[in-house]
């Protein structure tokens, strides 16, 4: 008697059993290696949350200047490390026209800095400093508060084009 | 024992003193030994030194924000409406114009972040019974245009603006002639930010 016959049922396709186990046990690998994946990123020691924003500036006063735009739609998330530690900011934003800033608000565990300019290239920068390495807590959330600004000599995107940042948090050791 | 070290320094350190110890039962000699120790203490202010210089990252995380500006056109005027009076009171005989009266009480402001602009003015009244004048003074950016007289040919009133945010004062003057005679003439002034 062959492991399939134990199986399948009179009539039934033995190949179809095989099938039937593959998805089953690839549907499970799969569960496995997405789990892993989450419980990965939320152990991970820093975290951006909150996906990618887009800060759209449309309005702007004659005599004066176009009116920022404010998004804290997104955080990031940090955990207590071995050591005293800071997260820095930097940004990398080839060719870019318009001003952005980002502070952090709401921080329980640690000093936020002062707001950071993000400018293209930039060394990174001291972001929230003085994080603990005691207490009860485990992991804080901060919100990120993106600031974007942009003068009429700045011109305009259908012009200049998008800025696409790709900013940085890195957690070390202070 | 598991334990999370800080400092690569003092995994090397460990590392070190371990093979030390193991050394120290093999090796007869104490100056062979001496130069291990020497060793030893080379390497750990090595490390003690490059250790300090890059501090530990314990992990970076990144995403993309996107900043977008739309194209923006505004302009506009400081009041609502500017009343020029002639009385005829400097009136000179055997002169046909019988008086000139400017205002400049107003000004434009504008906001541009478009390249390559220009002001234009035109006025609504068709057929005028005196003539109204109009010139920029004054401006913050851009280049002002000779004094115009206002039709409803849309005019270039200030050029090269760029991208800017800009003011400037209007000189608007009115001339009656005797042969005009009297009544009164409503403009509706529009200006146009244009290419």
């Known amino acids: 008697m062959t492991p399939n016959s134990t199986i399948a049922k009179k009539g039934e396709d033995p190949g179809r059993h095989r099938s039937v186990r593959k998805v089953i046990s690839f549907g499970a690998l799969l569960a496995v290696v997405v789990w892993v994946a989450t419980e990965a990123k939320a152990q991970a020691p820093i975290s951006v949350r909150g996906g990618n924003p887009t800060l759209n500036i449309t309005t702007g ?101 998008n800025d696409v940042h790709t900013v940085t948090y890195t957690i070390q050791v202070q | 024992m598991n334990i999370k070290l800080i400092e690569p320094i003092f995994e090397v350190s460990i590392l070190f003193t371990r093979v030390l110890l193991r050394r120290t039962r093999t090796v007869k000699s104490g100056r062979s030994l001496k130069k291990l120790v020497v060793l030893h203490a080379l390497i750990l202010c090595h490390f003690c030194l490059v250790g300090r210089a890059t501090a530990q990252i314990y992990g970076s995380d990144f995403h993309t924000v996107t900043v977008t500006v739309a194209t923006i ?4 005027v400081s009041s609502g409406s500017v009343s020029l009076s002639i009385t005829g009171a400097g009136a000179v005989a055997g002169q046909d114009n019988i008086g000139t009266v400017v205002d400049q009480t107003t000004n434009l402001l504008w906001g541009v972040n478009s390249a390559n602009r220009k002001i234009t003015a035109r006025t609504n009244l068709g057929a005028p019974q005196f003539a109204l004048k109009l010139v920029a003074l004054n401006p913050t950016q851009g280049t002002a245009m000779p004094e115009v007289t206002l039709s409803t040919t849309a005019t270039d009133f200030l050029t090269n603006i760029g991208r800017s945010s800009g003011t400037c004062t209007l000189r608007y003057t009115g001339v009656a002639l005797a042969s005009q005679g009297t009544g009164t003439d409503s403009h509706t002034v529009t200006f146009t930010v244009t290419n």
Do not use: H
Request: charged fraction near 10%; include cysteine; glycine fraction near 8%.
């Open chain 1, 61 to 161: 006063w004659p005599g004066s200047e176009p009116v920022p735009v404010v998004n804290t739609a997104t955080s990031v998330r940090y955990r207590r490390q071995a050591a005293i530690s800071k997260i820095t900011v930097r940004t990398t934003c080839p060719g870019q026209s318009f001003t952005l800033k980002v502070l952090a608000t709401g921080v329980s565990e640690g000093v936020a800095a002062p707001e950071v300019t993000l400018v293209n290239g930039m060394l990174a920068t001291d972001f929230i400093t003085n994080i603990p390495s005691t207490g009860t807590w485990t992991t804080t959330t901060p919100t990120l508060r993106y600031t974007a600004s942009a003068t009429f000599a700045q011109g305009n995107s259908a012009e200049q084009g």
């Open chain 2, 73 to 76: 056109t505004n302009v506009q």
